[in-house]
């Protein structure tokens, strides 16, 4: 084989490896069911086989399209589990009266054990940073972390009695929905956020809502993982700073001009910080 015929197999070999790898990072992820109670807890898994596992949880009345900038960026070096808390996207709905952030929690608890991770990192937008703080409070040998987009750590302080004493009609979700944008907010990412948060139900949005008022969440129980809230600028939620006596080893950042849904507004960010976390502060022993 002369010199010229060598080369064009090397090319060759190197051209089916390249698309060989392509069509691995197209693959789509893998979708599955956890069982919990009688309901059906959809998830995918993608990622590194064997890798370190992060669980993404989502808000009120979204899905696991809100992480959809967040997979891709994390796929390569680590295993990504999403999943669609009860009641929202491809989950199964409880009762209206059986919502509750204790249910959401047990949810990730469900999953967690279907793919066999021991230690996650948790990553909870708005609500699910509640369920994340719960779920650590509960299984705090399974955590190495935890991080919130913009979410409820510390809910004390948050409008409860103002929340309770006004029911979540329509009217005051699609009002609660335009107060998470900030005028620098790109448009179609708002039609984005308005068609995943319009599509749950109406007793998703109303049992949910009552969920995030659950006295579980308001507790003074200390999280001694380490933890980091990633704040948008807007504060339009009126989250709470938590204190380091509920966090001790929690630390935070703001990413400046930023509505509520900072992973989706500012991904390039927002994922330089989960790496960071990940990478330094994350206990995975």
Known sequence: MDAAARLQGVRLVRLLAALLLTCWVAAPAAASTAMLKGLKIHYTVQGKPGGKTLIFVHGWTCDDRSWSRQVPAFVAD??????????????????????????????????????????????????????SRLYTLAHPEHVAGIVSA????????????????????????????????????????????R???????????????????????????????????????????????????LLPNWESVTIPDTGHFVMMEKPDQFNALLHAFLATRARWQ
């Open 195 to 245: 068609q995943m948060m319009l599509g749950a139900s109406e007793a998703t949005s109303v049992g949910a809502n009552a969920a995030m008022m659950d006295p579980a969440i308001q507790s003074n129980a200390v999280i001694t993982a380490p933890a980091l809230t990633v704040f948008a600028s807007s504060r339009t939620m009126g989250l709470a700073t938590p204190t380091k006596e």
């Open 78 to 131: 680590y295993r990504v589990v999403t999943l669609d808390l009860p009641g929202h996207g491809q989950s199964d709905s409880p009762p209206p009266a059986g919502y509750s952030i204790g249910l959401f929690a047990d949810a990730v608890e469900a999953v967690r054990k279907a793919v066999g991770a021991n230690k996650v990192v948790l990553v909870g937008h708005s609500m699910g940073a509640g369920v």
């Open 150 to 193: 913009d979410g409820l750590l510390d809910i004390r302080p948050f409008a409860a009695a103002a929340l309770r004493a006004q029911p979540m009609t329509h009217e005051r979700r699609v009002a609660a929905i335009e107060a998470m944008f900030v005028p620098s907010t790109p448009e179609p990412l708002r039609q984005e956020i």
